[in-house]
């Protein structure tokens, strides 16, 4: 028997997810776009072609939008990688979300509708925390999205014991964040992790003894872009 999502949806079976992963599309993807599809031939089937012709043209953009390709992260040690695919908006130095301590490096990545949307770990190590948020549903790319839209926030410390945290953002669009992690999950950079629905942020958080090695505007890739490093 299949298990369950975050939402407490029954979870994709074994056949879908070889599917899904055989044309490289997340298992909520591949879900929904052959949902679609087999409607729509069902209803050219009966007759009624020109609704079914729009549900399996409507079946391939979000195929494409659930699109989860291989990705392969830098072996380079002391580094920060990207959790997400999209344009750098923005580089500061925050606390930690829900403690007003010790500053990290936030950079910020905005995804786009276009962008592959499937979230990935930024380092490996251990996960302390994930804390879900529920919130408005503003534009991601605001300033003030990390603090009034739904969020799910994943703290992590790397095997030197280094605190990170990487913030899933909701945006106008997204209604759904998909988080697979729960606290004490051991993680490997790159790994995925979970992925946010139709336009969305995540910010990073990393120690100040890092380099940000990013600018505001620079395209970055999840699992593979580097965003911070420790010069050796």
Do not use: W
Not at 7 to 30: D, F, H, Y
Not at 120 to 146: L, Q
Not at 189 to 208: E, N, T
Request: with cysteine; charged share 20%.
């Amino acid at each position: 028997m299949a298990g369950e999502t975050d939402s407490g949806r029954p979870a994709p079976g074994p056949i879908l997810a070889r599917i899904a992963g055989a044309i490289g599309i997340a298992t909520e993807g591949a879900a929904m776009s052959l949902g679609l599809a087999v409607v729509g031939i069902v209803l050219i089937v009966l007759g009624l072609k020109s609704i079914g012709a729009i549900l399996v043209i409507l079946a391939i953009p979000i195929a494409l939008f659930f699109r989860d390709p291989e990705r392969f992260p830098p072996r380079t040690e002391n580094v920060v990688i990207s959790g997400a695919d999209g344009k750098v908006t923005d580089i500061s130095d925050a606390s930690f979300p829900g403690s007003s301590g010790r500053l990290y490096h936030r950079v910020s990545v905005f995804m786009s509708p276009l962008n592959v949307h499937v979230n990935r770990a930024p380092v490996g190590g251990e996960v302390v925390m994930v804390e879900h948020t529920a919130g408005e549903f503003r534009a991601a790319f605001r300033d003030d999205a990390n603090e009034h839209n739904e969020r799910n926030l994943i703290a992590m410390t790397d095997p030197s014991g280094r605190m990170f945290g990487m913030l899933q953002v909701a945006g106008y669009l997204a209604r759904r964040i998909v988080c697979r992690l729960r606290a004490h999950d051991r993680i490997q950079v790159g790994q995925r992790i979970g992925l946010i629905m139709f336009g969305s942020r995540v910010d990073h958080f990393f120690p100040a003894e890092y380099r940000v090695a990013v600018s505001v505007g620079q395209r970055v890739r999840a699992g593979e872009s580097i965003i911070g490093a420790i010069d050796q």
